[in-house]
């Protein structure tokens, strides 16, 4: 067993702060490989399940499946919660049904729900004959609802309370209740019909005396969601107003659910997280526990797409290849220009998408935005047609082909922030999620423009 000086704990290390370190995840892979579980449960002990999550995303699918063999019944459900999806899936064909169950039945609805999704139907039917009938009819009823919509993303456990109650009935109540959510920040007014007319802050409840109506204590920033509510919306909605809570309601506007902030945050980063990888042309399914063949069987179809790009532009380069044979200068330049219109590009398209995901950029503003790229773009290009110019004149002591480069820059520039925005914004008006696709055709945008403009005006000007 462990002593005290030997239990886990995350590094203190400022850079990796609450981050496990080596010797900590050597310790957890000792314990597995002498199949000792006392101290692998001695190791695991003083760890939040988000910690013991994080470990098991670190170390190798044998060593995960050992652990969960050896660790037995005190696997938590709230692990479960904590994982990566690719993960999860891997090991609950691995945990023993029964365990399973149990290890769920005391999370909330929506994380059973986000759970049940990854299960097949054994494991799923396992799982729901674990819970009570009334956590079962709520997690079946989820279920029924779209994926991605609020209804998938609520969770069933809600409080509420008659509009007319006062502070003290509904202290009485909480306290007197023992089926409350683990968590919860708000108590919901409803009508005679259940549908939401308010909500109260658990802060605002305390501290006000308990003769005081609850709606007289109401918050201001009171929103319902519908159920059928794009959960991209729902985040957007929690993000924009500041919300910590908010009701569900069903078609009849009854209330049925709320959903919190920590889910809303969820789906705002997987949804960053999607922007990312989509912009460097990596599936939004990668992982780094993927396996090699995974990962190449998923990058090789965006890898295919930039290389016809790649051979577009190379036709291009093509058209002029009298030029390039004749001033060899031109083949050593050239690279230049489609580099800086490249990552020009990539600045405006990056500033575009971030802007479509948190819809600050309309149609309102778009003229504007525009506007402001292409003056940048053109600064951009004028300081470097300058740095350029002397380059070219110092470099192959010709001042033509300083020109000719500089004004090669300034077109590509220009260009590059004006596709930058240009683009992405087409692509959503078409139903094209931009962070997918506009990286491959801002690319192609400005390759092709620098190499045209560069070499079409050291043919024109210097042969």
């Known amino acids: 067993m462990l002593d005290e000086s030997e239990i886990l704990t995350p590094d203190p290390d400022p850079e990796d702060a609450y981050a496990l370190d080596r010797k900590s995840v050597l310790q957890v892979l000792q314990a597995i490989e002498d199949g000792d579980r006392d101290q ?103 279920l029924t609802y779209p994926d991605y919509s609020a209804g998938r993303l609520m969770q069933r456990e809600v409080v509420m309370a008659p509009e007319h109650w006062t502070v003290g009935e509904a202290i009485d109540y909480l306290r007197a209740s023992d089926d409350l959510p683990e968590q919860f920040y708000h108590i919901f007014l409803v009508d005679p019909k259940l549908r939401p007319v308010g909500k109260v802050a658990l802060g605002k409840l305390m501290g006000s005396s308990r003769g005081v109506a609850l709606r007289t204590i109401a918050s201001d920033d009171f929103r319902i969601i ?107 330049l050239m690279p230049i220009v489609a580099s800086m219109g490249g990552n020009a590009g990539t600045q405006s398209l990056t500033v575009a998408v971030r802007a479509l995901a948190t819809r600050d950029l309309t149609g309102s503003n ?22 350029m110019g002397i380059v070219g004149l110092i470099w192959f002591g010709s001042p033509l082909l300083g020109a000719v480069i500089a004004a090669a820059m300034v077109i590509n520039l220009v260009v590059a922030g004006l596709s930058g925005i240009v683009i992405p ?39």
Do not use: C
Request: aromatic residues 6%.
């Open 40 to 142: 692998l449960v001695a190791l695991m002990e003083p760890l939040h399940p988000a910690d013991i999550a994080d470990l098991l995303e670190q170390i190798e699918q044998g060593d995960r499946v050992r652990f969960i063999e050896l660790y037995g019944r005190e696997f938590d459900g709230d692990i479960l919660s904590e994982l990566d999806e690719t993960i999860r899936e891997e090991l609950l064909g691995v945990i023993n049904p029964q365990v399973l169950a149990e290890a769920v039945r005391d999370l909330d609805s929506d994380d059973v729900v986000d759970l049940l999704e990854d299960l097949d139907s054994e494991q799923r039917d396992a799982i729901l004959g674990a819970l009570a009938a009334s956590d079962r009819a709520a997690v079946q009823q989820s």
């Open 366 to 387: 778009m003229f504007r935005v525009v506007r402001r790229e292409v003056a940048v773009g053109l600064l951009n290009g004028l300081g470097f047609a300058v740095i």
């Open 425 to 463: 914004v087409v692509l959503e008006k078409a139903g094209v999620d931009p962070a997918l696709a506009a990286g491959t055709f801002v690319t192609t945008v400005t390759d092709v423009v620098g190499f045209f403009a560069f070499l079409g005006l050291a043919s024109a000007v210097l042969l």
């Open 226 to 332: 519908p159920v059928l509510q794009d959960e991209g919306d729902v985040a957007y909605a929690f993000n924009q107003y500041h919300l910590i809570s908010a009701p569900v309601v069903d078609e009849t506007e009854r209330l049925v659910g709320v959903i919190t902030i920590d889910d809303a945050m969820a789906v705002l980063e997987e949804e960053n997280e999607e922007d990312i990888l989509r912009l460097a042309g990596v599936d939004e399914e990668s992982r780094l526990s993927d396996t090699i063949l995974a990962t190449t069987r998923r990058r090789f179809p965006w890898l295919g797409v930039n290389l016809l790009t790649a051979v577009l532009a190379s036709l291009v380069i093509a058209q002029f290849e009298a030029a390039i044979a004749e001033i060899v200068a031109l083949a050593v």
